[in-house]
């Protein structure tokens, strides 16, 4: 098993920035590959960026590309998501998520099987 908190969500300004932390814990040797997705209400869970533990690839969804930044920190077991020029349609839930198996679908949330508990972020205009 595997835990994920995340923390460092809020509300921000159009434009501003905010850092998102996610710390493992529990099976973290056998984590291959975490990722941040998000949800709004009425939307479906959205793929925002996922990073490969081994070697530290990334890859990241069409409407964050140049804005967001996924990086992990192996030694603290922990994956940050920094995020700029932050727009109001960014507001929404953000949950961490890793898996321990390999899957194709990188920023499909059916690739994952463990997830955090999410962490709001709001941004005004």
């Known amino acids: 098993q595997v835990q994920l908190v995340e923390s460092g969500g809020g509300s921000v300004q159009t434009g501003g920035s905010l850092r998102l932390s996610c710390a493992a814990s529990?099976?973290?040797?056998?984590?291959?590959?975490m990722g941040w997705f998000r949800q709004a209400p009425g939307k479906e869970r959205e793929g925002v960026a996922t990073?490969?533990?081994?070697?530290?690839?990334?890859a990241y969804g069409d409407s964050v590309k140049g804005r967001f930044t996924i990086s992990r920190d192996n030694a603290k077991n922990t994956v940050y998501l920094r995020m700029s020029s932050l727009k109001p349609e960014d507001t929404a839930m953000y949950y961490c998520?890793?898996?321990?198996?390999?899957?194709?679908?990188?920023?499909?949330?059916?690739?994952?099987?463990?997830w955090g508990q999410g962490t709001q972020v709001t941004v005004s205009s």
């Open positions: 998520a890793a898996r321990t198996r390999f899957s194709s679908s990188i920023l499909n949330p059916d690739g994952y099987g463990y």
């Open positions: 529990g099976y973290t040797a056998g984590v291959t590959r």
């Open positions: 990073i490969l533990i081994s070697t530290g690839s990334t």
